[in-house]
């Protein structure tokens, strides 16, 4: 017991700086596993609002087709008005014919989000 008093007093200066390094390592690591968590937070809600506004965009063009489906509009006059070529509306106007003659958007969107990871 007085050998090991004796070797910590000798050593003082080592073993504090042992002591403090390792206080410091911990704290890091904490600091680091917080920012860690921030980090992705932050992405996670970005990509949250990402997907947001991406639904939007697509619940609007629902919207919009729901509503020149109503007018008596096909698939090519409808792709015509909207600038856009037929093959990239032609699932989306499917979809939205085939939820006639409720037209429920969000019914509608949801079918189409299945569709695509099946």
Not at 3 to 12: A, E, G, H, T
Not at 16 to 36: C, G, I
């Amino acid at each position: 017991m007085i050998y090991q008093k004796l070797i910590l007093i000798k050593n003082r200066n080592e073993v504090r700086r042992v002591f403090l390094t390792e206080f410091d390592a911990k704290k890091q690591r904490e600091l680091d596993r917080r920012d860690a968590r921030e980090e992705g937070r932050e992405e996670g809600r970005e990509e949250g609002r990402e997907e947001g506004r991406q639904e939007g965009r697509q619940e609007s063009q629902i919207v919009l087709l729901i509503k020149k489906i109503k007018k008596g509009q096909n698939l090519e006059q409808i792709a015509d008005a909207l600038e856009t070529s037929p093959k990239e509306l032609k699932e989306m106007y499917d979809a939205v014919i085939a939820a006639a003659p409720e037209y429920d958007v969000k019914k509608i969107y949801q079918m189409l989000v299945k569709q695509r990871k099946v």
